[in-house]
């Protein structure tokens, strides 16, 4: 089933991009879910275990500090900041999405928005002491990731952390299928943004089969 959903998002995410539209297709893939976790295929229903991980290694306590979840599908990663003490803002582009969360977790203390990256409220500038992004970059057009990526960079307080977690390659690979792995170049336009790189981690994950991934921190420099 997950195979078949993610063969349906390939084709939507074709049919959409190919006609200028880089995000229209996700609120379309939930949609026709109609509820059901099985046809979204990035839906684990689980905290990503790169994230936990990290969240563990890094010791990281969440008290007294915001976050915010940059794309959030159905919630779990928001989910886990806030069980570890984080103030949580979580959005995504598909309201359906955020329906989703909202239903799925009705007693959350994360606040659930509907919010595009590429052009979040302006009140959100500088705001966060810590920025996940997992996942989302990877499935935006490269032409867009440009302006995501500085606009993710926006959204940190002077000493805040953002935690990038992605599909990752070689410039001389080819970018293939949905979804598209970023290279470091890419990368690299957070610290042109004005961050720094604090940790790069390019490693092997667990799943079958093992995917290669990119976890990078940053810090305003
Ligand atoms: C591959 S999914 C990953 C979801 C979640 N981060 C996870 O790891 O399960 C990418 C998510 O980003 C959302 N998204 C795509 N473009 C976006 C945008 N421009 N602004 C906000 N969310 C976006 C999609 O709706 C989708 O839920």
Redesign the pocket.
């Known amino acids: 089933m997950k195979e078949q959903a993610r063969a349906k998002a390939r084709q939507l995410a074709l049919e959409f991009v190919q006609r200028g539209d ?2 229209g297709w ?2 379309e ?2 949609t026709q879910a109609q509820g059901n976790e099985q046809a ?5 229903m689980e905290v ?1 275990p790169n ?1 936990g991980e990290w969240l563990d290694h890094r010791n990281i306590q969440g008290k007294g500090k915001l976050a915010l ?6 919630g ?2 928001a989910e886990e900041l806030a069980r570890r003490g984080f103030e949580v803002v979580a ?4 309201p359906t ?1 955020i329906a989703w969360c909202r239903k799925r977790f009705p007693h959350s203390p994360v606040t659930y928005v509907v ?6 409220p302006s009140a959100w500038r500088g705001s966060f002491d810590f920025v ?5 970059l ?3 057009p490269a032409a ?1 990731r440009s302006k ?1 990526i500085a606009s993710i960079a926006g959204l940190l307080t002077k000493e805040g952390t953002l935690l990038v ?1 992605c599909r990752g390659r070689s410039p001389e690979e080819p970018q293939g299928d949905l ?1 598209w792995p970023l290279t470091t170049e890419e990368l690299n336009l957070f610290k042109s943004a004005g961050l720094q790189q604090v940790q790069f981690e390019d490693y092997f994950d667990q799943e079958e089969p093992p995917k290669r991934r990119f976890r990078v921190e940053y810090q305003r420099a």
């Open positions: 880089a995000t996700f609120e893939l939930y979204i295929h990035w839906a684990d990503n994230l979840v940059v794309g959030c599908g159905l779990d990663d959005f995504d582009i598909a999405a919010a595009d990256v590429l052009e979040p996940l992004e997992a996942y989302t990877q499935v935006l867009v995501a977690i979804p």
